[in-house]
């Protein structure tokens, strides 16, 4: 199993509640301007970046159906919804002189280039940050999946899950405080135990292609850079 200091090119999977500030909803200039501090340091290091955005923050689809909306039609809102919190962390890299592309699933011209694998690769290669936005394209999915579907395309070495909790628990640590983390788990364990780290066909489609899942704190300052250095405190979902 690699360590995380030898990932070169790495998908880092942000949910839309990391650029949240204190309201507890939208997209608060103020945390994206630090979380794109961070990526501008992970990418400083020299690793290829490219990042997959949620959009939980402004819209999300599934509580949507619930309360009545039509399914489809709510994720393509919550799809839309990414693409706002793509052009915010766009605007926020690029004012610390970082390179971006925004490459959006669903086509939209003035704002993004279309998802165009090929093209994306080599982005990262000049050392672009490539930001993947409206997820899948596709209803009935999740962030978490697009992030999986563009690690697998990108060849990326990990996909890094940044969250809110410094790693993987075998119950929930902010209503458990006996709960234990770990270091490193399997793949099959994850799915066999229902561990809620990323929806599971994310969680199979990393595992089918090889790509360990580092889950991490991201909203703990310098975190992102320590653990990709293979320091800091993080959970390695690694094949059995
Ligand atoms: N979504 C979708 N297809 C995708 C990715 C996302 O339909 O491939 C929709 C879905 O409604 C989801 C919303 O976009 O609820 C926002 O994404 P997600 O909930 O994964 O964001 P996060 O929780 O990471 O902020």
Same mark, same amino acid.
């Given at each position: ?67 009545? *909306? +039509?399914?489809?039609?709510? #994720? ?9 919190? $793509? =052009?915010?962390?766009? !605007? ?94 399997? *793949? +099959?364990?994850?799915?066999? #135990? ?9 969680? $199979? =489609?990393?595992?089918? !292609? ?31």
């Amino acid at each position: 199993m690699t360590e995380p200091s030898t990932f070169r090119r790495i998908l880092l999977k942000l949910s839309g509640e990391a650029l949240m500030g204190a309201e507890g909803f939208g997209i608060d200039p103020e945390a994206t301007a630090r979380l794109a501090g961070e990526i501008k340091l992970a990418r400083d290091a020299g690793h290829e970046l490219c990042l997959v955005v949620g959009g939980g923050n402004i819209f999300r689809g599934l509580a949507a159906a619930a309360k009545g *909306f +039509d399914r489809a039609s709510a #994720d393509y809102m919550g799809m839309l919804a990414t693409i706002m919190n $793509a =052009l915010a962390l766009q !605007n926020a890299l690029e004012q610390l002189g970082v390179e971006t592309r925004v490459q959006s699933a669903i086509p939209m011209a003035s704002v993004s280039e279309p998802y165009i694998r090929r093209r994306a690769v080599r982005h990262m290669e000049k050392g672009r940050i490539v930001i993947f936005a409206a997820g899948t394209g596709n209803p009935f999915f999740t962030t978490d999946t697009a992030a999986a579907l563009r690690a697998a395309e990108m060849g990326c070495d990990a996909l890094f899950k940044g969250t809110s909790v410094d790693g993987i628990y075998d119950s929930d640590p902010k209503t458990n405080p006996a709960a234990r983390r770990y270091d490193r788990i399997s *793949f +099959d364990k994850v799915l066999n #135990d229902h561990l809620k780290v990323m929806d599971s066909a994310a969680v $199979a =489609l990393c595992r089918d !292609n090889g790509i360990p899942i580092i889950v991490f704190n991201i909203r703990e300052p310098g975190n992102l850079a320590e653990v990709l250095a293979g320091d800091g405190r993080a959970t390695v979902v690694h094949p059995s």
